[in-house]
């Protein structure tokens, strides 16, 4: 048998969204890192779009979990189930480790015993290879920056889960900070803020939506209104009123300001000739929330430095993935020749 028949997977597996490349076709998924289990049993019952599509849906005996927690694994049991759930849906077929080797990215800043768990429970469901790579390399490679020449580069990565700053030159991490904020925690602070100015509870998915539709990161930007559905708390009652963008810029803005603390620290830290890199070359947005509207404006105006929003903001970090299984043919990029993937080696 050669590895030759091994299929390559690259995967960006994220708090809120799992998307997976495959060698030779690009993306084949991507969908909500969300897993539905019934309770008593423990029985498999869903996982991704379908699942997400039942949360505050369901009923009492079906257990809808997001199995990633602030980007890391915090069920490997439901992650592994889900993993599973998705490649079989790509390839069609159940066993689905065997004969493949898996490129998976990792938050910065996790420990190497965390690192070698992940990639330890990959191979322990089959996979002949699995090697996690850090996001901000990956989400770096996918929207086409060069990292292997010795110039600073400032990725600001904001998922669900978390935002991740990290200079990057050389191919490695030289300065990073993660903060345990991000797209999800934004919809918290809006059903918070609903709550508490209108006596209203709406869902979690309301909640997003609302982020999406008039979420946006400046106070100069043209008033919008969103009309929002919700229960009344005092009457328990349905009862909708209209959101003003405005009211969500304020809800944002709390955060806007900690991610650009974030931003300062991490330039602190490196070398002024990294840091007069990063100014030159301008910041790298990607994770969804580089979709809020106005962001890329509000860090220029706030930081003196030029934002790029990645072509391919929620897919980047799988895309690149994808490309460092092609690292031995790449010219821009090469990993260490214990962690490339393993072509044509007869077992
Ligand atoms: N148009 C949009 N405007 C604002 N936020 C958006 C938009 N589209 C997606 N998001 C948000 O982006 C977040 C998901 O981004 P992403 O897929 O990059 O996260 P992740 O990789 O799963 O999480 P993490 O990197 O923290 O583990 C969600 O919170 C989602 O609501
Ligand atoms: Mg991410």
């Known amino acids: ?41 423990s029985e498999f019952i869903a996982a991704g779009f379908e699942a997400q599509a039942m949360i505050g849906r369901s009923p009492e005996y079906v257990e809808i979990t997001y199995p990633l927690q602030n980007g890391v694994i915090a069920n490997f049991d439901r992650t592994s189930v889900m993993l599973q759930y998705f490649i079989k849906k790509i390839q069609g077929r159940p066993s689905f480790l065997r004969s493949s080797q898996i490129y998976i990215s990792v938050p910065c800043g996790i420990t190497n015993v965390q690192k070698r768990a992940i990639e330890e429970t990959i191979v322990h469901k089959g996979a002949r290879k699995a090697i996690a790579i850090e996001e901000p390399i990956a989400a770096a490679l996918g929207a086409g920056l060069r ?51 209108y006596n209203l509870e709406i869902g979690e998915r309301t909640a997003e939506h609302i982020k999406k539709e008039i979420g946006t990161a400046t106070d100069s930007s043209a008033e919008r209104t969103l009309d929002i559905r919700g229960r009344d708390l005092v009457d328990g009652l349905p009862r909708s009123i209209p959101l003003k963008s405005s009211e969500i810029f304020t809800v944002i803005n709390d955060f806007l300001e900690t991610l650009i603390e974030a931003i300062r620290a991490t330039m602190e830290r490196v070398p002024p000739e990294l840091a007069g890199d990063v100014i030159e070359q301008g ?26 929003i990645a072509d391919h903001p929620l897919e980047c970090t799988a895309i690149g993935t994808g490309m460092m299984l092609d690292g031995s043919r790449s010219k821009s990029w090469s990993l260490p020749s214990n962690e490339k993937p393993q072509d044509e080696i007869a077992m």
Do not use: W
């Not at 990725?155 to 991740?164: C, E, F, H, K, Y």
């Not at 300065?175 to 904020?181: P, V």
């Not at 860090?299 to 790029?308: N, S």
């Open 283 to 308: 910041i790298l947005l990607c994770g969804g929330g580089a979709l809020i509207e106005g962001i890329d404006e509000r860090i220029r105006m706030e930081t003196g430095v030029a934002v790029h």
């Open 1 to 41: 048998m050669f590895k030759q028949f091994d299929k390559f997977f690259g995967i960006d597996l994220g708090t809120s969204n799992t998307v997976i490349y495959e060698r030779g076709k690009g993306i084949v998924l991507n969908e909500p890192s969300v897993i539905a289990f019934h309770q008593v049993t």
């Open 147 to 197: 990292l292997d020449e010795p110039i600073g580069h400032l990725v600001l990565d904001i998922g669900g889960g978390t935002s991740q700053v990290a200079i990057l030159s050389l191919g490695g991490v030289v300065a990073s900070q993660t903060i345990n904020r991000a797209g999800l925690s934004i919809d918290r602070d809006i059903r918070d803020y609903v709550k508490r100015t």
